[in-house]
């Protein structure tokens, strides 16, 4: 299983899980009392499940050249968002950085 620790303005809010192959778990830690991750993702302590890469996460993946460099040099398979979504996880676009747990 893969986990990632999701930040928002570098303070941990919780982990996304890949809990099987197209199935996801968002759960934010108990004691956070920031912002959400996103309008779609509020704060709340019951995990958000989904069954393909979560939509907020997806779109602060790579595309284009960027995406196709970023598979070339690092090896990821194109349809691994979640190794994709730690690889770039500090240096994405806004408010949220996420941190892959070994």
Known sequence: ??????????????????????????????????????FTIPVKYESYEYSEFPP???????????LEALLRQLKID??????QLCAVGGDMIGAVTASEIE
Not at 56 to 66: N, Q, T, Y
Not at 78 to 83: N, P, T
Request: hydrophobic content about 35%.
């Open 56 to 66: 907020f996460f997806d779109g602060l993946l790579p595309e284009g050249v960027m």
């Open 1 to 38: 299983m893969k986990k990632a620790e999701i930040s928002v303005k570098n303070i941990p809010a919780g982990i996304l899980e890949e809990i099987s192959i197209g199935r996801y778990r968002f759960t934010y830690y108990k004691n956070y009392s920031g912002d959400p991750v996103s």
């Open 78 to 83: 194109r349809k691994d968002s979640f190794a």
